[in-house]
Nanobody
Framework: QEQLVESGGSLVQPGGSLRLSCAAS????????MAWYRQAPGKQRELVAQ???????GYADSVKGRFTISRDNLKSTLYLQMNNLKPEDTAVYYC???????WGQGTQVTVSS
């Protein structure tokens, strides 16, 4: 059964850093472009960053220069390094394919002093 399990979210002060992880079962990562999404309260889910199987990346303007997406295909794991976090980064973060399959539970990131 294909499954996505996100982890690493936490409460962090503005300017802080977090590293999110996403364990993907089955063949979810295999040859697929993967992505991190986020959904803030009262807002629609948005695409934050994406990475091809070969490692080519793309970012939303709001996180460019602060977030880094990476993947370990052998470990079937996706990562999101988040630096210089801002209150507006507060959201539930999800990983998925660029063409999404059923969503995992996500991981909560809260940026607040």
């Amino acid at each position: 059964q294909e499954q996505l399990v996100e982890s690493g979210g936490s409460l962090v002060q503005p300017g802080g850093s977090l590293r999110l992880s996403c364990a993907a079962s089955g063949s979810i990562l295999t040859f697929n472009t993967m992505a991190w999404y986020r959904q803030a309260p009262g807002k629609q889910r948005e695409l934050v960053a994406q990475i091809t199987h070969g490692g080519r990346t793309g970012y939303a303007d709001s996180v460019k220069g602060r977030f880094t997406i990476s993947r370990d295909n052998l470990k079937s794991t996706l990562y999101l390094q988040m630096n210089n976090l801002k209150p507006e980064d507060t959201a539930v973060y999800y990983c998925n394919r660029l063409n999404p399959i059923p969503w995992g539970q996500g991981t909560q990131v809260t940026v607040s002093s």
